[in-house]
């Protein structure tokens, strides 16, 4: 069994800072694509945060880029989502996905932790 556990949410003010963590952990084989989706209130889809891959290539949303940094630790089967400046309209349920391929297992496939939310309002 594989468990991916995302923390780090909260209630911040606008221009504030906040760093989400996303950690897997159980029989893993390998841990490929790592990243954040959120879901904002009223909106039935998520939508892709940022996502960074093994070796290291990120990806972001244009209503992120340059004030939200991912990053990770493959020893760890972690990564960190740093977010700066943070607005109201990022205000969400952020969700961690990871795509990870299990011991014995001969594919991967996309495994979600549980939300965490975050408020950003005055």
């Known amino acids: 069994q594989v468990q991916l556990v995302n923390s780090g949410g909260g209630l911040v003010q606008p221009g504030g800072s906040l760093r989400l963590s996303c950690a897997a952990s159980?029989?893993?084989?390998?841990?490929?694509?790592m990243g954040w989706y959120r879901q904002a209130p009223g909106k039935q889809q998520r939508e892709l945060v940022a996502?960074?891959?093994?070796?290291?290539?990120?990806r972001y949303a244009d209503s992120v880029k340059g004030r939200f940094t991912i990053s990770r630790d493959n020893a760890k089967n972690t990564a960190f989502l740093q977010m700066n400046s943070l607005k109201p309209e990022d205000t969400a349920v952020y969700y961690c996905?990871?795509?990870?391929?299990?011991?014995?297992?001969?594919?991967?496939?996309?495994?979600w932790g549980q939300g965490t939310q975050v408020t950003v309002s005055s």
């Open positions: 996502v960074i891959t093994s070796g290291g290539s990120t």
């Open positions: 996905n990871a795509q990870i391929r299990q011991l014995g297992a001969p594919e991967r496939y996309d495994s």
């Open positions: 159980g029989s893993i084989l390998s841990v490929y694509d």
